[in-house]
Structure formats: structure tokens, C-alpha cells
């Protein structure tokens, strides 16, 4: 890689708590970065917004086609997916599968 282009990455989960941390700290780094989620991320380069009114496919496609519209013939330094939200507890807790789907 030439020393005038920039590093690239991709943020899945990029408008989040630990995403935006993600997008804000490859920024600084002057990485161009590419945020994916279901809200655009504005400190990102570019956004990949997802349609929660698709269906899994329908998402894999469209995130498919967004990204590589947005690269074209470019590849990415890094993908990171950072996407999803955390609850404390145990995995033998009777409510762990309801805990699950809630994050689905």
C-alpha cells in the first residue's frame, strides 16, 4: 500500500456504544471508515444503513451490494463486528434463552 492511501475499515455495528468508539478512534488514526448499522454514524466516512424491515437475506444482500459499491476494486484493512447489545448473567439461567431473542 502506497504511503498517501489510507488504511480502510469496516464497522459492523458502527452507530452503537462500542461502534461509534470504533469509528471515533480509526478516524484519529486517519483510517477511512465505513459504518454499518441500523442508523448512519455521521463521523464515518460512509454508511451502510441497514433496513430492519428486510429479512436476513434481503439484509446480507443489500450490505453486500452497499460495501462493494462503496469499494469498488478496493479491499479493507479490517472488518470489525462489534454489532449486538450485552446482558449480564449466566448462560444456565432458565431466562437465558428469552435474554437471546430479546437481542435478536
Not at 15 to 28: E, T
Request: charged share 20%.
Amino acid at each position: 500500500m502506497a504511503a498517501t492511501e489510507a488504511h480502510k475499515v469496516l464497522v459492523y455495528g458502527g452507530k452503537g456504544a462500542l461502534g461509534s468508539a470504533c469509528v471515533q478512534y480509526f478516524r484519529a488514526k486517519n483510517w477511512w471508515v465505513a459504518s454499518i448499522d441500523l442508523n448512519a454514524n455521521e463521523e464515518a466516512n460512509a454508511n451502510v444503513t441497514v433496513k430492519m424491515t428486510e429479512s436476513f437475506t434481503e439484509q446480507a444482500n443489500q450490505v453486500t451490494a452497499d460495501v462493494g459499491e462503496l469499494l469498488g476494486a478496493d479491499k479493507v484493512d479490517a472488518i470489525l463486528c462489534v454489532a449486538g447489545g450485552w446482558a449480564g448473567g449466566s448462560a444456565k439461567a432458565k431466562s437465558y434463552s428469552c435474554e437471546l431473542i430479546i437481542y435478536w
